[in-house]
């Protein structure tokens, strides 16, 4: 019972506590592990008529799992590992699934019967100039909501005003960024994307609770209160997206206030290190910008065919910034073709400087 009572079940909990090679070593070993219990069902069930849901599979699997995991609590050197429960249900169940539709795509006809031509007197195509509209027309405004866009803006504002580096042209950026929105509502899907990785002046500023792209940010969310639709829109995830973001969500707030919880005090302290327990609002902080961005994303994409382009576009234009930035790295501190050396490339991620993977989880 001891044992158990030392098990953490926060999900990959002991990933954190190895080198990447070791953790991503044993991930592929876990998901190696119980990967056949998928195929092994597959392969008895397939053609029997018989098939089970794949969510079945993963919970076989994941029984498995746990009773692996129990017994390692009655051996000295080995430690349960709660997270090796539910990477058996995705392996197993992504592996029985993924057979069945690879298999039933590989016994469609792939004839393709070509049409009869037949003679037809030549005909005038008039092709217009524009073949077709990417915006359609804008939702009626829920005014009410501007005064939600008013205060999010007052945030911003007094973000920028103790902004310690160049606030004016801070303020001057944020404030084109809106009137920019304004003119082509899609252009967020481009601008965030962009500069989430380039937009980090926090070994200049000294500040990463509250930076400069948490006011961007709030730019954004300022611009999508001030013209959120009246009507109440159909949400664009199912209902099995929603319930899994739903149950992230509320295990994310549980993280959140086991780490915040007790409080500290309010001091000089309290926000300048990861050590304070308000790091935790530090770290959770990007989860629910992302849900309060959600809304104003299925908006954008109700609105613009090419929302998924401009979104595209945004992602292509950070990873050429984070690239530049990576050869001008090398070259200043070691060389661009030495790959010997044990430097490792931060970027403009200043989280690096206390390890971590931030860089390469943004690639």
């Given at each position: ?25 044993s ?25 089970f ?15 692996v ?41 792939k ?21 077709g ?46 009137y ?26 000294g ?35 929603l ?15 086991k ?9 000089a ?17 990007g989860f ?19 929302a ?51 860089f390469?989880?943004?690639?």
């Open positions: 019972m001891q044992k158990l009572a030392e098990t953490h079940f926060l999900p990959l909990y002991y990933f954190y506590f190895t080198s990447e090679s070791v953790a991503f070593v991930l592929l070993s876990n998901i190696g592990l119980y990967l056949p219990v998928g195929l092994l069902c597959w392969a008895r069930f397939a053609n029997t008529g018989k098939g849901h794949w969510s079945t599979v993963g919970a076989l699997a994941a029984v498995f799992a746990l009773l995991e129990i017994g390692k609590l009655y051996l000295q050197e080995k430690h349960a590992d709660p997270s090796d429960v539910w990477l058996a249900f995705i392996a197993a169940a992504a592996c029985y699934e993924l057979m069945g539709r690879l298999v039933g795509w590989l016994g469609q006809d004839t393709i019967e070509l049409p009869v031509e037949m003679p037809v007197a030549p005909t005038i195509v008039f092709i217009p100039e524009k073949t509209d990417a915006e359609l027309p804008a939702f009626p405004v829920a005014k009410g909501w501007r005064v939600m866009a008013g205060l999010v803006w007052m945030v911003m504002v007094w973000g920028v005003l103790a902004y310690p580096i160049a606030p004016a042209a801070l303020g001057i950026f944020l404030f084109g960024y809106i920019l929105l304004i003119r082509w509502p899609f252009a967020w899907l481009i601008v965030i994307p962009a500069l989430l990785p380039l937009m980090d002046f926090t070994p200049w500023t500040r990463f609770f509250f930076d400069e792209f948490d006011l961007l940010i709030l730019a954004t969310l300022g611009f999508y209160f001030w013209q959120k639709p009246k009507v109440r829109l159909r949400s664009l995830l199912s209902l099995a997206s319930i899994l973001l739903t149950l992230f969500g509320v295990f994310y707030i549980v993280s959140l206030f780490g915040l919880l007790p409080l500290p005090e309010l001091n302290n309290a926000f300048n290190n990861y050590y304070s327990n308000f790091n935790s609002l530090r770290v959770a902080k629910f910008w992302s849900l309060l961005l959600l809304p104003l994303l299925q908006v954008t994409i109700r609105r613009y065919r090419n998924y382009h401009y979104f595209a576009y945004g992602i292509l234009l950070g990873l050429a910034g984070v690239s530049v930035f990576a050869v001008i790295e090398r070259m200043v501190f070691v060389s661009l073709f030495d790959f010997a050396s044990d430097y490792r490339i931060n970027g403009m991620f200043s989280t690096m400087h206390a390890g971590g993977g931030h390469e989880s943004y690639l």
